[in-house]
T-cell receptor
Framework: GESVGLHLPTLSVQEGDNSIINCAYS??????FIWYKQESGKGPQFIID?????DKRQGQRVTVLLNKTVKHLSLQIAATQPGDSAVYFC??????????FGKGTMLLVSP | KAGVTQTPRYLIKTRGQQVTLSCSPI?????VSWYQQTPGQGLQFLFE???????NKGNFPGRFSGRQFSNSRSEMNVSTLELGDSALYLC?????????????FGPGTRLTVL
């Protein structure tokens, strides 16, 4: 499969644990921040997004936190499952369809 | 509803050649964006097309070009291939209108330049 995981920081957790993946962004003017999940051999898949005027948003088993003061974004995954194993990317956008991606974090979930 | 499709899935070329990659967006999506993904540089924006017009362009040399057809299908072309062009090329489509719209990615085309 595609070697998207090379040179990436890795987070290893046990099944059932909560996972926290962090991301630092650069553009204070970005309107939206998005988390994507990329499994081997597939394109990135949208997980959740948050608008810049919010600091927290919850989805199913996932929560995104935005700290604009320190330009930090995090993704919390509750009760992590083996199927959550993938590379996770944060992305920011100032509008339209131009995404600026972070470097990515590989999440490995052990049964 | 069918997802974003990209053809071919795998491609091997030699330095100096040129290549054309194709992307069919989700039905009804009029914006198509292209990204290059490499282990070293990660995901980088190439360009975005909307209604057959290039709306945004990333920081890539002129060897990289693209176009969009009236049915929203898009192609990207890389001329005079270099070894560093080896990458996964991803296409994403989204609904029209301005502002933030969720982008749906295809599986990518894996280009290897020898």
């Amino acid at each position: 499969g595609e070697s998207v995981g090379l040179h990436l920081p890795t987070l290893s957790v046990q099944e059932g644990d909560n996972s926290i993946i962090n991301c630092a962004y650069s553009n204070s003017a970005s309107d939206y921040f998005i988390w994507y999940k990329q499994e081997s051999g597939k394109g990135p898949q949208f997980i959740i997004d948050i608008r810049s005027n919010m600091d927290k948003r919850q989805g199913q088993r996932v929560t995104v936190l935005l700290n604009k003061t320190v330009k930090h974004l995090s993704l919390q995954i509750a009760a992590t499952q083996p199927g959550d194993s993938a590379v996770y990317f944060c992305a920011e956008t100032g509008g339209y369809s131009t995404l600026t991606f972070g470097k990515g974090t590989m999440l490995l979930v052990s049964p | 509803k069918a997802g974003v499709t990209q053809t071919p899935r795998y491609l091997i070329k030699t330095r100096g050649q040129q290549v054309t990659l194709s992307c069919s967006p989700i039905s009804g999506h009029r914006s198509v964006s292209w990204y290059q993904q490499t282990p070293g540089q990660g995901l980088q924006f190439l360009f975005e097309y909307f209604s057959e017009t290039q709306r945004n362009k990333g920081n890539f040399p002129g060897r990289f070009s693209g176009r969009q057809f009236s049915n929203s299908r898009s192609e990207m072309n890389v001329s005079t291939l270099e070894l560093g062009d080896s990458a996964l090329y991803l296409c994403a489509s989204s609904l029209p209108a301005g502002g933030h719209n969720e982008q749906f990615f295809g599986p990518g085309t894996r280009l290897t330049v020898l």
